[in-house]
């Protein structure tokens, strides 16, 4: 069982297109993350969820829209998508701070 | 301003050479991560470290938390290519798990 699982694994859009992404864990964990990879690596944290309250939001555009139905899931829904959205988005969760389960990322490459 | 400066960025080594990782900060953390990322995957939790000074071993890894508590270094005892990945250390700070930019590193057979 993928203790956090995330879809797509790929996704490949034109700009000003509308793409969500989902995440799921089954660990039973409080806090759920969103986080942006650069190209060059560099994982910054976009969103952080505490049993479906928004607790953390980072400079992010608004256009990007994350949603909790409830502690499981956090879905990132993402509207008029640009060029420089294009990168690796990962879901998170965790009980413990600093104790993160990532899922696998899903590549968003926007055309 | 990086919070969490990782050095070296790119290591490229030979199969049974010794290496160290570096993560430095100007601010105090109450405890540091250290996670290892593969192609294609996400991070997986390696190690925390929590008292200053500490030591704490996994196999042929090593890391020490600093006495400041405001650096780590990560060091591999004769890598094999398994140990090929993305380190990345990480630091709990306001309220939010923020990473240093990786090591990339590489250990040929």
């Known amino acids: 069982d993928t203790a956090v699982s995330q879809t797509p694994k790929y996704l490949v859009t034109q700009m000003g297109n509308d793409k969500s992404i989902k995440c799921e864990q089954n660990?039973?964990?409080?806090?759920m993350y969103w986080y942006k990879q650069d190209s060059k690596k560099f994982l910054k944290i976009m969103f952080s969820?505490?049993?479906?309250?928004?607790?953390i939001n980072e400079t992010v555009p608004n256009r990007f829209s994350p949603k909790s139905p409830d502690k499981a899931h956090l879905n990132l829904h993402i509207n008029s998508l640009e060029l420089g959205d294009s990168a690796v988005y990962f879901c998170?969760?965790?009980?413990?701070?600093?104790?993160?389960?990532f899922g696998s990322g899903t590549q968003l490459s926007v055309l | 301003t990086q919070l969490l400066e990782q050095s070296p960025q790119f290591l490229s080594i030979q199969e049974g050479e010794n290496l160290t990782v570096y993560c430095n900060s100007s601010s105090v953390f109450s405890s540091l991560q250290w996670y290892r990322q593969e192609p294609g995957e996400g991070p997986v939790l390696l190690v925390t470290v929590v008292t200053g000074g500490e030591v704490k071993k996994l196999k042929r890894l090593t890391f020490q938390f600093g006495d400041a508590r405001k650096d780590s270094s990560l060091h591999i005892t004769a890598a094999q290519p398994g140990d090929t990945g993305l380190y990345l250390c990480?630091?709990?700070?306001?309220?939010?798990?923020?990473f240093g930019k990786g090591t990339k590193l590489t250990v040929n057979p």
């Open positions: 990480a630091g709990y700070y306001a309220e939010k798990l923020v």
């Open positions: 998170a969760s965790s009980q413990v701070p600093g104790k993160l389960f």
């Open positions: 969820y505490n049993n479906k309250e928004l607790i």
């Open positions: 660990l039973g964990h409080d806090t």
